[in-house]
């Protein structure tokens, strides 16, 4: 199992990937600061599906490419994606209009709110569920 981490938190994406390692020790995560990273790297294995991530784990704010144009970005290539990726939003916005905005994008799985817990992550990582649009905490 592959995750993409695309966050611009260092701490979160190392409290994050230590969790995620003792969930599961098995998964391969790969950590980019901004959704532009994130994108380039969907994109440039679009000819070997097996490569794709099995998650995203996509964070809203971040400089140079945001977690929605990262979203605008994917949504143009995602009828050329051979794997059925599950993105969730996971940020520390709890803006109403930011978890309604993210209600109507079919490629999204679900929005957590952070801090995440390890609960939360486990249940991501365990069966790729189809997960509740969490409230604010």
């Excluded at 611009?8 to 969790?19: E, L, M």
Aim: aromatic fraction near 10%; hydrophobic fraction near 35%.
């Amino acid at each position: 199992m592959t995750c993409f981490l695309i966050d611009d938190d260092q701490i979160f994406q190392f409290i994050t990937d230590s969790t995620l390692k003792r969930i599961n020790p098995n998964i391969s995560i790969e950590k980019y600061y901004d959704g532009e990273q994130g994108i380039n790297s969907i994109k440039e294995r679009l000819d070997t599906p097996e490569t794709l991530p099995d998650i995203v784990m996509l964070d809203i704010n971040m400089p140079f490419m945001n977690g929605w144009d990262f979203l605008k970005e994917y949504h143009m290539i995602n009828h050329k994606i051979q794997k059925n990726i599950h993105i969730y939003m996971l940020t520390s916005s709890d803006d109403p209009d930011d978890i309604e905005k993210a209600k109507k994008i079919s490629e999204l799985s679900g929005y957590l709110i952070k801090p995440v817990t390890e609960v939360e992550l486990e249940v991501l990582i365990r069966g790729f569920p189809s997960m509740e649009w969490y409230q604010p905490k």
